[in-house]
């Protein structure tokens, strides 16, 4: 691997440790800087835009976002790139955990290296994997507007 390969790599696993640890710190500019300006997040059979996040991040449950090493695939002349992470949330009041891997892709920018999308998959006690309960109340809805 050449010195600038591993570079990118390294920024990129950074961008990544950002948005878990401002995920866990409830802090919705550090989860909002790591993406695009058009990036989104997918879950609950929904699309959300940059402008959802504040709503989003609100209505999520608190505590620890521990994600594991991702797997990149970056294509560095181009500037994109995809990968995987694995992700456990560990509920802050109950300790409940869900379970799952998001699914990325990625742009790099003037800022450097960013997510573009990010979908949730959830790993279910029955065995199933799905993006989660779309009929959750507690979630807000993304706004009629999708180009952010």
Not at 30 to 50: I, K, N, Q, R
Request: glycine content about 8%; overall charge negative.
């Amino acid at each position: 691997m050449d010195p600038e390969q591993t570079a990118d790599l390294m920024e990129l696993q950074q961008v990544l440790a950002r948005y878990a640890v401002g995920m866990t710190q409830d802090d919705v500019e550090a989860v909002t800087d790591v993406f695009t300006p058009d990036g989104s997040y997918s879950a609950f059979g929904e699309t959300y835009t940059l402008k959802d996040f504040p709503a989003l991040v609100a209505a999520a449950p608190k505590g620890l976002f521990l994600t594991g090493t991702p797997v990149l695939e970056l294509d560095r002349a181009a500037g994109t790139g995809n990968g995987q992470q694995t992700l456990c949330f560990v509920d802050q009041t109950t300790h409940d955990m869900r379970i799952g891997w998001y699914t990325d892709t990625y742009r790099r920018t003037d800022m450097g290296w960013r997510l573009h999308t990010r979908k949730m998959t959830f790993l279910r006690r029955s065995g199933a994997r799905d993006s989660g309960k779309a009929h959750d109340t507690t979630r807000p809805t993304p706004t009629a507007d999708a180009s952010g």
